[in-house]
């Protein structure tokens, strides 16, 4: 296929940067962990923005930053085997490096993506029963803040999608992904994702 009747995608993609900002969509997933302990997540959104650069007009490596927020209830077990309920509010940001195999040197291709990375986790749970920090904020009048638990994991996944370069600058990709967290599970901890990247070629 020809752009404007003279330039293939091959000439638009090969040896291009290209920067991106990437809406998307995370499904919920219940989650079981030892001492019969669980977590039941919510679907979630965020947003994610990204840099890559194209080798050519199949092969390229993009470092991409991501963000995300849901709610969740989890279900916990005391020391005396009594088991409660609590809500929260999970937030996560992740960084990967990302490889992607364009099968087509055409303005639209289908595509497929591995990507490696970690994910900072901020459970959104108190580490003790404390009040936290509290003071007075210009923006904000007296607020206050809990330290709460968070942890740093492995994240890895793969991606399958399409992607169209318009004849400008221009360029769109959607996909769905399957990532893996690891964490201490019982349940597989793989996340069904549905993403949508625009982007401008430079």
């Not at 091959?10 to 019969?36: C, T, V």
């Not at 940001?93 to 291709?109: G, K, M, P, W």
Request: overall charge negative; aromatic content about 18%.
């Amino acid at each position: 296929m020809l752009f404007s009747g003279v330039l293939s995608a091959k000439d638009y993609r090969s040896q291009k940067g290209e920067a991106f900002f990437m809406p998307l969509f995370i499904e919920g997933k219940n989650l079981d962990f030892q001492n019969d302990t669980a977590v039941n997540m919510d679907s979630r959104g965020g947003f994610g923005i990204g840099f890559g650069y194209n080798f050519d007009a199949h092969m390229e490596l993009s470092c991409i930053f991501s963000a995300t927020s849901s709610s969740y209830v989890a279900t916990r077990k005391d020391s005396n085997g009594s088991t409660s309920r609590a809500s929260s509010n999970l937030y996560t940001s992740t960084i990967a490096a990302e490889a992607t195999y364009n099968f087509l040197e055409d303005e639209f291709t289908p595509y497929v993506s591995l990507n490696l990375g970690f994910t900072y986790i901020d459970t959104g749970i108190s580490v003790d029963e404390r009040p936290g920090m509290c003071y007075w904020d210009p923006w904000f009048g007296y607020v206050c803040y809990d330290n709460t638990y968070t942890a740093t994991k492995l994240n890895y996944g793969g991606t399958l999608g399409l992607r169209y370069d318009f004849a400008n600058v221009l360029f769109i990709k959607g996909g769905v992904s399957l990532q893996y967290l690891d964490i201490n599970s019982k349940t597989s901890p793989y996340f069904t994702t549905y993403v949508f990247s625009i982007g401008a070629r430079f």
